[in-house]
């Protein structure tokens, strides 16, 4: 049988394999035997530019739809007024309140810029009764209502188009169920934040819009709402009455345009959105003997699939679920780059979401142009920044401006085309997007530091949110995070100038590097910046940036041992008071760099347990009454959600100087570990089993081919579909082998 041949044989049944056994499991869906009565409770449907949110408000149905690109982006924040310099100098001079009010004040006192939301559609059903059960089947994307009277809804956004859709089945008084279009109260005098403890800005009304238009016929409504120099959006609802007591029908929302619709089928567009879903799970799977990890794992990837897609926007704090209370999103709905936006995107390598992680490198290159500009206008050189807080094409909001407006914030944006190279070896986009990026940020990054007394440094450096938006958030010498991020970016630029071939640029950049000083340290380990250490419990881990995200430290070389081990020593003796959830996602995937397993799993329960709503959203605050947090609010955002995921990978697998690693960081109870189609840097994706507490087999398929540097969970070894001679052993389980396009290999434990 010729190799070609054989090869395709065995990555069909690979898939195959792979579609049957990745997908989540009936007990991981979200179930109750009621309806939600708060938005942020509700089951959460989207396909990464609509997203829908079911409910029940008061004796209604309620389904709170959104758009991602929803914006009013009038500006608030004026950056001809100051500039980096100038508040160098207001900090040099220790005045500076002339500062919070030109940065920081616009975005507290001005509704704009923010995400909107579009509308509410509602349908009276006290005539079915109360629910006998209401799941949302996360494996299809479907949500089902059944009603005592055995009326039955169902409903799915399709994952391909723009449109969801809806039906009612069992009807006794199809009339009575027609649906309500709610519209946004833009003019209903109310202009008061809403007080449910989720952070809620201000009153929609503080928009100022005129009010919108709504066009009823007999089986659709319209809704056509203007918002800011001559934009606007619609929102369109059609249905049809069918016999069998049947009621179908579907949504749009359309952006500066006239929403257009089909004939209301869901039945008949159903199979290719489900479609959609399988091929998505099929891509990677775990299974866990922890069923609460497990679970809220699954739960993080069913939102991962539903907010990210090619051509939508990047995640946002909410994305396409923003809040439905009357009252501007929790901090606008909008690009926080000093965190969210880079953990929100964390599981999309090793998952093997390589498509839905692309939405945020593809939404940062289109923004480019408005960021160099903003570069050269604030920081007054040439290069390529990111503003921390930021709008969705590409300006700058302001607001705590050591962080909105950090100097170092697209050294972080930068490590995610990074690794969208590194884990998929594409060559294309590392020659046109990749080294191109890195390269405007690290020329930008030499230019805004200064080269003084043999060492390199930045006029002003934070650590977010140190200090909050006081004066001493500014520190006059490298924090850790921003040192990390510039050691980081250096690095890569070398790497990536020798990748395409430019090794006079790479020497150039090694040298920056060099110039750099080493890590502020003491017994406390990573500090916050020089003379301050960490003092207080504190929910940013920034100053740990060098351990995870960015790999600077690695735990098994001793120096960087005691110095991980010291950094995350000091953060347990101040403890979790003033962490949010996201805390403990980060903490996790630290805890697994450190090889610390049973540590990380550990803020994963935590995280699931008492920082989740029961429709799995990361409300930041401990639900429990504080049981580990002082923060008992409730505001909804998403990066939580996803580092959580992250956190489970990084006990799986981890990528980490030049090799990857299987079951790093394995709890000790763990006895029974399988995950299946994770990917490493290199684009080899990787499977392994353990049994009875015992690694039984690693395969790894080569998606590129290269060379693979692997180090396994066991001693002694046979291998399959290959030579064995062609793997050769290196010191501390390192195994290292050529694998051609398409090929794998299959190590078994043979102790």
Known sequence: ??????????????????????????????????LANRWDEAMPLGNGMLGVLIWQKNDVLRLSLDRADLWDERKALDLSRFN???????????????????????????????????????????????????????????????FANGGRFRCYIHAQKPEGHFWFENLAAIEQLLPTLIVPNYTSGKTQRENDNTHAGEGLEKLGYAKGTVTRTANSIRYRQPTYDNHFYEVLIQWKVLSGNKLVGNWTIANDKTAVLTEPAPDKTQKSHTDWWERFWAKSA???PDTLIEKQYYLEMYKLGSVSRAGA????????????????????GDFHNDLNTQLSYWPTYTGNRLAEGATFTDWLWKIRDKNRTYTRQYFGVGGLNVPGVVTLSGEPMGGWIQYSLSPTVAAWCAQHFYWQWKYSMDDAFLKTKAYPYIHDVATYLENITRFETGVRKLPLSSSPEYNDNRINAWFLDWSSYDLSLVKFLFTAATELSRAVGKSQEATHWQQLLGQLPDYETNETGLTIAPGQNLNESHRHLAQCMAIYPLALLDVNKPA???????????????????????????????YARAYEADKAARQLQIFASNFCSPNSFHLNGDQKGGQYSGFTYRPFTLEGNFAFAQGVHELLLQSRNGYVQVFPAVPADWRNVTFTNLRCEGAFLISARQESGKPVSVTAMAEKGGILRIKLPFTNWQVKNILASSAKSEQEHIVTVTLKKGQSIEFTNVD
């Open 1 to 34: 049988m010729p190799y070609l041949f054989r090869l395709r044989v065995f990555a069909v049944l690979v898939l195959l394999v792979c579609r049957a056994s990745a997908q989540p499991k009936p007990a991981y869906n979200l179930q109750f035997d009621h």
């Open 84 to 146: 980096f310099a100038w508040v160098e100098q207001q900090v040099l001079k220790k005045e500076y309140k002339p500062v919070q009010k030109l940065g920081d004040a616009p975005y507290d006192n001005i509704p704009y810029p923010t995400k909107l939301p579009a509308a509410a559609l509602e349908f009276p059903i006290k005539s079915l009764g109360s629910v006998v059960s209401n799941v949302l089947d996360i494996r299809t994307a479907v949500n089902s209502i059944t």
């Open 286 to 288: 775990v299974s866990l």
């Open 313 to 332: 926007p990047a995640i946002t704090l909410q994305a396409v679920w923003t809040a439905d209370n009357g009252s501007l999103p929790p901090w606008k």
């Open 560 to 590: 960087d041992k005691t110095l991980i081990d010291n950094s995350l020593k000091r953060i347990e003796e101040l403890g979790t008071k003033a962490w949010c959830g996201y805390s403990f996602s980060w903490m996790a995937c630290l």
